[in-house]
Nanobody
């Protein structure tokens, strides 16, 4: 697999989780990386992205609570999620997209209990 996520789980409202996405060296070195999420019965939505140079972008719904980062030595991108809310419950997918090719991870479940 080109992208492998980990770190999902069950957390209470207000809690934190950190998701990890390990990528192949080839993809990680040249692709912008991102996170999307999909709740049951809903479309897959953008959450956050980071360029190879470290420029970040966030969905309005997570600004100030989530932080995306990348560790170039480990070919890994992270999503630190704080102040979690029940509406953050979804399957979270790692994404690599250079506008020509797109890769997805297998997804990791995040459940926030109220």
């Amino acid at each position: 697999a080109q992208l492998v996520e980990s770190g999902g789980g069950l957390v209470q409202t207000g809690g934190s989780l950190r998701l990890s996405c390990a990528a192949s060296a080839t993809i990680f070195s040249i692709y912008p990386m991102g996170w999307y999420r999909q709740a049951p019965g809903k479309q897959r939505d953008f959450v956050a992205a980071i360029t190879t140079g470290g420029i970040t972008n966030y969905a309005d719904s997570v600004k100030g609570r989530f932080t995306i980062s990348r560790d170039n030595a480990k070919n890994t991108v992270y999503l630190q999620m704080n102040s979690l809310k029940p509406e953050d419950t979804a399957v979270y997918y790692c994404n690599a997209d250079n506008g020509r090719n797109r890769y997805w991870g297998q997804g990791t479940q995040v459940t926030v209990s109220s």
